[in-house]
Structure formats: structure tokens, C-alpha cells
Nanobody, 123 residues
Framework: QVQLVESGGGLVQAGGSLRLSCAAS????????MGWFRQITGKERESVGL????????YYADSVKGRFTISRDNAKNTVWLQMNSLKPEDTAVYFC????????????????WGQGTQVTVSS
């Protein structure tokens, strides 16, 4: 069992930056692939950044490549999403998620989810 708690969301102007954190409790964090997803009201949840259990592989959605960076520290049981050059279209609720095995862009295969943190980017 893994519990995930996101933090770091908020209101920021376009062009600004935010750093989201996801703190995990429970066992064996280092064995879980982690992902950041976002959901805009009325739309499906989409993957934003994914990272393998050992941090050696990362994936980014085309819409955030070059602007967002996912990282993790298994000793601290934490995964981050650094978001730079934010745009109004990045406004969403951001969730972190964990699954055993390899990363996946499919949200339905993730076993554990945080409660989400709101990111609002004003123009």
C-alpha cells in the first residue's frame, strides 16, 4: 500500500514556474514507476510526465516537452514535477500516481493516486 500526497500547486502568471511535489508513504517506493497526470474539468485525465522506478527513464507529453521536468529521490520517497514557462492551457488539477512495473501513459493501470493539487495559470 502506498499513500501519495501532492503539494506545490497554486496560482501563477503565464511564463512563471511551479514545482509540484509528491510525497509517498508506505513500503518499497523505489519499486514503483511514478507518473504525473492532469485533468481539466470535463476532459479526460492525461499523462504529463512519467519516470521509471530507478529514475533512468522519463517520458513527457509533447505539450510539455522542454518546459516540464520530472525527477525523483527514492531515499526521500518523493517525486517532483518542475514546471517552467507555464501557459494558461496548463491550468488543471495535477495528480501523481504509482504503479508496479514499467511506466505507462494509461492512467487506468496505475494502482495508487494522490488527491490532486490545483494549478492555475493566468494570462
Amino acid at each position: 500500500q502506498v499513500q501519495l500526497v501532492e503539494s506545490g500547486g497554486g496560482l501563477v502568471q503565464a511564463g512563471g514556474s511551479l514545482r509540484l511535489s509528491c510525497a509517498a508513504s508506505g513500503r518499497s517506493f523505489s519499486t514503483y514507476a511514478m507518473g504525473w497526470f492532469r485533468q481539466i474539468t470535463g476532459k479526460e485525465r492525461e499523462s504529463v510526465g512519467l519516470i521509471s522506478a530507478n529514475g533512468g527513464f522519463t517520458y513527457y507529453a509533447d505539450s510539455v516537452k522542454g518546459r516540464f521536468t520530472i525527477s525523483r529521490d527514492n531515499a526521500k520517497n518523493t517525486v517532483w514535477l518542475q514546471m517552467n514557462s507555464l501557459k494558461p492551457e496548463d491550468t488543471a488539477v495535477y495528480f501523481c500516481a504509482a504503479r508496479t512495473g514499467i511506466v505507462s501513459t494509461r492512467d487506468r493501470v496505475y494502482d495508487y493516486w494522490g488527491q490532486g493539487t490545483q494549478v492555475t495559470v493566468s494570462s
